[in-house]
């Protein structure tokens, strides 16, 4: 859970909601507190908003729920407030309160009080990494990254591939790899999880000095939602390409991917292609099963 979180609280709009037909005519004030959880860390490094969100954004899309056509629910309100807050990607969770100060409740409350309604929803989108060592105790070495991303706070490992012989592409002259497929669900912003799957690499001996090169372990972000769905992220920037831009070309992704996942789907060019029919269209790669992982 992010501690970090910006918060905007006293939004107060004149609205027709409410279950009384008077309710439905008669504006009355409401009060939306919106609070979001989001890692910063990144926007307080880089002085970028697009590393943030826009709290004028929300403030605007909030303002334009509550003017919006009548409900009977004050939940209502909250559900499609929270909503589009989590439509924006780097927030992690969101709590939204909507007061009724005014609301015919038939007893007297005491000035700023009132009925109040609180939701919390996080965002739980599908992650797909890919994992991969070819220097030293291979199988060890991914089992030991399976477990740090299972007890990585916000990431929820749902299925793994079993381990695949592949043989490099591209790079200097090198082992054999082992390549594996973790499939999730994750509470947290792209950039973030791709700075923790940084971190275990590194926990391992990783070093970025050959492209290509042998490596200690590799993990990828290789993509984040679904695509064609609302969840899906799509990214172009240089730290951060999603989904990965070469994971349509490589069988040691694809295969162990189409194994943890038999229903899984990829952006290619555009299309969102079944990852077994892109697998099928990529012809021979030395792509074998592994030896298991160890018991």
């Known amino acids: 859970m992010s501690a ?27 009060v939306a507190d919106v609070l979001l959880e989001i890692d910063l860390r990144a926007a307080g490094d880089s002085d970028d908003l697009a590393r943030t969100v826009s709290y004028a954004d929300v403030a605007q899309e909030t303002e334009a729920i509550l003017a919006g056509p009548p409900v009977d629910l004050v939940e209502t ?17 969101v709590e939204v309160t909507i007061h009724k100060p005014k ?16 939701v919390r929803r996080e965002q739980d989108r599908e992650v797909v990494i890919a994992l991969g060592a070819n220097l030293g105790r291979r199988e060890h070495t991914l089992l030991a990254a399976l477990g740090a991303l299972q007890a990585l706070p916000g990431l929820d490992v749902v299925a793994v591939s079993e381990p695949f012989s592949t043989a490099p592409v591209g790079g200097p002259e090198q082992p054999d790899f082992l390549n594996a497929v973790a ?19 590194a926990r391992h ?41 070469r994971a349509h070309e490589r069988a040691f992704v694809l295969a162990p991917w189409a194994q943890a996942d038999p229903d ?14 892109v697998l099928d269209g990529l012809g ?3 792509v074998r099963p592994g030896p298991g992982w160890p018991r």
Not at 78 to 92: G, I, N, S, T
Not at 223 to 237: F, H, L
């Open 284 to 286: 021979e790669q030395d």
């Open 205 to 245: 001996g990783r070093v970025r000095e050959t492209r290509w090169g042998a490596r200690t372990l590799d993990l990828d972000l290789i993509q984040v939602g679904v695509p064609g769905q609302a969840s899906e992220v799509r990214s172009d920037r240089a730290d951060l390409t999603l989904p990965h831009p």
């Open 264 to 277: 899984a789907l990829l952006r290619v060019d555009g299309q969102v292609l079944p990852v077994a029919q």
């Open 103 to 118: 609301a015919p409740a038939g007893v007297t409350f005491e000035p700023g009080g009132g009925p109040a309604v609180t």
């Open 4 to 30: 970090d979180r910006i918060s905007l609280t006293g939004l107060r709009v004149a609205a027709c909601h409410g279950v009384l037909e008077h309710e439905k005519t008669e504006p009355q004030p409401f």
């Open 77 to 93: 309100l909250a559900e499609r407030v929270a909503a589009a807050a989590l439509r924006h990607d780097p927030v992690e969770a």
């Open 183 to 201: 499939v999730g669900r994750t509470r947290l912003a792209p950039w973030t999880l791709l700075r923790e799957l940084h971190r275990i690499e």
